[in-house]
């Protein structure tokens, strides 16, 4: 069975994203799959980087540089346990689903604080393993969240510009660098301002597309698919 | 004199970000300007977004909806003190400077959330008022910052795309959706692997920048300056 790791931010379990959440679990474990959710806020997830990352002294106390740290210490052992924890999630996993409502045209920063903080060179990438050579390859991520804004704003021309630009510090900047292939974004648009039934719609869709997730092939995650 | 908010996110004062903060505040303040520094590490400053920032009841207890929520306890001068604290220094300020190495082609997740807290519905953005109309209109914006990549990274064509791609969620999704008109971003390509005599060039290029900072025209924050 595959492994799968939601990363999941969303502050009240009973909002679409704590429903889109519930169905991917639901959905996966079906199937067969053994499904980890590392759930953000209920865990207080820490997302600063700070020195409290690293356990006992510092390679070099005298001018402290968080990206230097962190790899010296993922080397001897010496990261913090929540962050250990969380490697070992993605280590294990096939497939990351990160499930967020998006938060000004990104994550929310508590899940910004988890790609900042787990991501540490020499786990995830260490150079010149970085991209299509990046130390997480043979992984899949997928983005799945909701919006403010409706399609139309979002739609090539929108007064917020098509949903991919936004796609890129996320999808190519953080997954493609640590060299995991990316599935299409799942986006549920505007959910605050459609009914009840159109939500439950949305469940739906993304039921049905887990369905036959592992049939689809990644995006081609370079310039032209997201400002062609 | 001109009232200038740096927001400023490194957690070590010998960095070339600390250096670089540094420089603006003299120089600045040479030119008799106020300039007031978040220092959002030595602040401890909290990135999530969640219940806490609410003072007293919530509008809906049943189901926590954060930006409503927010937009609901700014109007009733409900938000927890660090929150009006930094909206009060962003009221005042003419100019925002961002001041942070690049995590992830993007902000920290501590500036994250900054921005995720403070800029809530009703202070910085309220439909219709937003991009052009925003809340905040008649201020700047300017992003600072150091990167890990070099410059021909960053070049169209580079592997890690233009450096404009990542600006967008950043310069369009957050400033220009408020209002605030956007100067050219200041970027100085990866600081760790240059010469010390290099990094001095760096702090002298950018309070020379300054002196004439007033003069310069905001950038057409637009598709076209970030994808042409």
Chains 1, 2 share one sequence.
Not at 59 to 81: D, I, Q, T
Not at 147 to 166: F, H, N, Q, V
Not at 168 to 188: E, S, T
Request: proline fraction near 4%; include cysteine; charged fraction near 25%.
């Amino acid at each position: 069975g595959r492994k799968v790791l939601i990363v999941y931010a969303h502050q009240e379990p009973k909002s679409l994203n704590g429903s889109l959440k519930r169905v991917a679990v639901e959905e996966l474990s079906k199937q067969g799959c053994s499904v980890t959710v590392s759930d953000l806020y209920a865990m207080q997830f820490e997302p600063r980087a700070t020195r409290n990352d690293i356990v006992g002294c510092l390679h070099n106390s005298e001018e402290f540089n968080y990206g230097v740290e962190a790899w010296e210490a993922y080397k001897r052992g010496g990261l913090s346990n929540d962050l250990i924890e969380e490697q070992k999630k993605v280590q294990e996993a096939d497939l990351l689903i990160f499930q967020f409502p998006l938060y000004w045209f990104s994550m929310p920063a508590i899940m910004k604080g988890w790609m900042d903080r787990v991501l540490v060179q020499g786990f995830a990438h260490e150079f010149p393993n970085c991209y299509d050579s990046g130390l997480l390859k043979n992984k899949l991520a997928l983005f799945s969240f909701t919006t403010g804004g409706s399609e139309e704003m979002y739609a090539k021309g929108g007064i917020s510009g098509d949903i991919r630009y936004l796609l890129w510090p996320m999808q190519h900047g953080i997954m493609h660098f640590c060299g995991v292939k990316v599935l299409a974004p799942h986006v549920c648009f505007a959910p605050e301002y459609v009914s009840e039934e159109k939500r439950k719609e949305m469940l739906i869709a993304w039921a049905q597309r887990l369905k036959t997730l592992w049939k689809e092939e990644p995006i081609n995650c370079s310039p032209e698919w997201y400002f062609k």
